[in-house]
């Protein structure tokens, strides 16, 4: 393969997300500035490192993000998009039990969303597909 051609092939990063609910809510994060998509509200999770599962990368965001210990449920669904030249795989795991309660140490804010609410939030492209299999995860 030539390296014009490898160039446009992008890197595939696995990134890991909660779907942390209670009471027909869920909770979401907004980026921070200088972060890729500031402002945009996400599920809390971010990239899995070297030597991680995905459930053990999961549960150190949560802590690092949040500071919760969270008990990271089953697998609910997973996609694939694509950033220019970033690919992401993101997994969406349930997370119905933490103890803590979440605060934000990266988030610019946080706030517990109902499924309504969701029509007015700007969320990730990378979720958009999504999204009507998350709305019916809680
Ligand atoms: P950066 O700014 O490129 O260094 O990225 P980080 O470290 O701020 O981003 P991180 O660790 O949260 O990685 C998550 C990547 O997945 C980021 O490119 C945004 C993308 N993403 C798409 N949807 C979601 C979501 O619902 N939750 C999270 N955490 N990330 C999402």
Do not use: C
Request: aromatic share 8%.
């Amino acid at each position: 393969m030539s390296s014009s051609s490898r160039k446009k092939r992008p890197t595939w990063i696995p990134v890991v997300a909660g779907v942390i609910s209670k009471e027909g809510k869920v909770l979401l994060g907004q980026r921070p500035e200088g972060s890729s998509l500031p402002g945009v509200w996400e599920f809390p999770g971010g990239k899995i490192e070297a030597n991680e599962s995905p459930e053990m990368a999961l549960k150190r965001e949560l802590e690092e993000e949040l500071g919760i210990d969270a008990q990271v449920g089953p697998l609910l669904l997973s996609t694939t998009h694509q950033y220019g030249d970033v690919g992401i795989i993101i997994l969406f795991f349930k997370v119905d039990y933490w103890k803590g309660e979440p605060r934000t140490h990266h988030h610019n804010g946080l706030r517990w969303v109902t499924k309504k609410e969701f029509q007015e939030i700007q969320l990730p492209d990378a979720n958009q597909k999504v999204l009507p299999r998350l709305l019916e995860s809680f």
